[in-house]
């Protein structure tokens, strides 16, 4: 490319019969974008950003005052207001790390100590109060809790990046919002169905299993969880759940080693609702192999590691919902997944089972408003 004839001030319009103020207009702008570039992109960012955040806080304020209002309901001779306040900024710190050995049994026991401790606190608010509803109040006392953390957290990365204009500060929290604020909605509309006692979409797993037990013998095998015997051709079918209808998930972990150690199944089958992709239909049902449970991992670790020491395989069937569907109102296309889900579980049984045999079928997730 030859540039012996490239003219500076042609290029920059300043020709003889240039304007000198078209050019003062022109090249004004550049110098304040390349001086206060960051600056002006910070404010438009913080904007939409701070809109979030006075969202974030609308969520965190309604939710607790329906949680209080629900609470005085139940129990009117008390203001749980001052408690309440203690209990969602209650904090977990997780076990050091740096040496894994051992680390799963460390972080059951502070998970457990820690429901353990808010299970007694929200007895203590009430002189009498059913299972059903303790468990309503501690799993929306989740709710409230999860908000305020997602508030002071954005909160926290605003003022911050605010406090020293860096502008690269907020693009984190710019790329992470949108995922945060569809938990925050999801989280925000679950308060009405958890109120009323109605099954979420977490709890298809459950219903699956439930439905299975109808007309069987029901026992508790773990805190909150429970297990019966079928049989569907030739096979021995136990059947292990979360103790309906609370809003609890049970304890899988300890319920599938206890049944394990007292008759060894050749099979375990796990049913388990799943987040899907986006562009994946909800209530679509795929089936795999694994221990299909979510939480911090620990049910998961213990589960698997009971599958290898007696050599089980585990399958798995998970029905696909977006986190919004998850935790509100199960929908009827969900709920209509029931049935199918039921006959997948019989034909891997009989795919993967030999008439005589044993299969434990394993129903995961909130139970919720979902009997057995």
Same mark, same amino acid.
């Given at each position: 490319?030859?540039?012996?004839?490239?003219?500076?001030?042609?290029?920059?319009?300043?020709?003889?019969?240039?304007?000198?103020i078209l050019?003062?207009?022109?090249?004004?702008?550049?110098?304040?974008?390349?001086f206060y570039?960051?600056? #002006?992109?910070?404010?438009?960012?913080?904007?939409?950003?701070?809109?979030?955040?006075?969202?974030?806080?609308?969520?965190?304020?309604?939710?607790?005052?329906?949680?209080?209002?629900?609470?005085?309901?139940?129990?009117?001779?008390?203001?749980?207001?001052?408690?309440?306040?203690?209990?969602?900024?209650?904090?977990?710190?997780?076990?050091?790390?740096?040496?894994?050995?051992?680390?799963?049994?460390?972080?059951?026991?502070?998970?457990?100590?820690?429901?353990?401790?808010?299970?007694?606190?929200?007895?203590?608010?009430?002189?009498?109060?059913?299972?059903?509803?303790?468990?309503?109040?501690q799993t929306?006392?989740?709710?409230?809790?999860?908000?305020?953390?997602?508030?002071?957290?954005?909160?926290?990365?605003?003022?911050? /990046?605010?406090?020293?204009?860096?502008?690269?500060?907020?693009?984190?929290?710019?790329?992470?919002?949108?995922?945060?604020?569809?938990?925050?909605?999801?989280?925000?509309?679950?308060?009405?169905?958890?109120?009323?006692?109605?099954?979420?979409?977490?709890?298809?797993?459950?219903?699956?299993?439930?439905?299975?037990?109808?007309?069987?013998?029901?026992?508790?095998?773990?805190?909150?969880?429970?297990?019966?015997?079928?049989?569907?051709?030739?096979?021995?079918?136990?059947?292990?759940?979360?103790?309906?209808?609370?809003?609890?998930?049970?304890?899988?972990?300890?319920?599938?080693?206890?049944?394990?150690?007292?008759?060894?199944?050749?099979?375990?089958?796990?049913?388990?609702?799943?987040?899907?992709?986006?562009?994946?239909?909800?209530?679509?049902?795929?089936?795999?192999?694994?221990?299909? #449970?979510?939480? #911090?991992?620990?049910?998961?670790?213990?589960?698997?590691?009971? /599958?290898?020491?007696?050599? #089980?395989?585990?399958?798995?069937?998970?029905?696909?919902?977006?986190?919004?569907?998850?935790?509100?109102?199960?929908?009827?296309?969900? /709920?209509?997944?029931?049935?199918?889900?039921?006959?997948?579980?019989?034909?891997?049984?009989?795919?993967?089972?030999?008439?005589?045999?044993?299969?434990?079928?394993?129903?995961?997730?909130?139970?919720?408003?979902?009997?057995?």
């Open positions: 490319m030859d540039f012996s004839n490239f003219n500076p001030e042609q290029f920059l319009g300043m020709g003889e019969d240039s304007n000198p050019w003062v207009i022109w090249i004004i702008p550049i110098i304040i974008f390349v570039g960051q600056r #002006i992109q910070l404010q438009i960012t913080s904007g939409e950003i701070k809109k979030n955040i006075s969202k974030l806080k609308q969520f965190k304020d309604e939710t607790r005052t329906e949680l209080i209002d629900y609470i005085k309901k139940l129990n009117s001779s008390k203001d749980p207001a001052q408690k309440i306040d203690r209990f969602i900024d209650y904090f977990t710190i997780m076990p050091v790390d740096m040496d894994p050995n051992g680390i799963i049994p460390k972080i059951r026991h502070v998970i457990r100590s820690r429901e353990d401790q808010t299970r007694a606190q929200v007895k203590s608010l009430f002189s009498e109060i059913s299972d059903l509803e303790r468990t309503k109040v929306i006392l989740e709710v409230v809790t999860s908000l305020q953390l997602l508030y002071k957290i954005v909160n926290h990365f605003y003022l911050t /990046a605010k406090k020293q204009k860096n502008y690269p500060l907020i693009l984190p929290l710019q790329m992470m919002l949108p995922f945060i604020m569809e938990e925050a909605n999801a989280l925000h509309d679950a308060m009405p169905a958890l109120k009323q006692g109605q099954p979420i979409g977490d709890g298809i797993g459950p219903m699956v299993v439930g439905k299975m037990m109808l007309g069987h013998e029901k026992q508790k095998v773990a805190f909150e969880t429970v297990w019966s015997e079928s049989e569907h051709e030739g096979r021995k079918l136990v059947l292990l759940k979360a103790e309906g209808p609370s809003a609890t998930v049970g304890r899988p972990g300890d319920a599938i080693e206890e049944l394990v150690s007292k008759n060894k199944p050749d099979a375990i089958v796990m049913i388990d609702a799943s987040l899907k992709l986006e562009g994946e239909d909800s209530a679509t049902v795929a089936q795999g192999f694994g221990a299909a #449970i979510g939480g #911090i991992g620990t049910d998961r670790f213990q589960i698997e590691e009971v /599958a290898i020491k007696h050599n #089980i395989p585990v399958f798995a069937i998970v029905i696909k919902q977006s986190i919004k569907e998850a935790i509100t109102l199960m929908t009827k296309e969900i /709920a209509d997944k029931a049935e199918e889900v039921r006959s997948q579980v019989y034909d891997m049984i009989k795919e993967n089972t030999t008439s005589g045999q044993s299969v434990l079928v394993v129903g995961v997730g909130n139970t919720l408003g979902v009997s057995q």
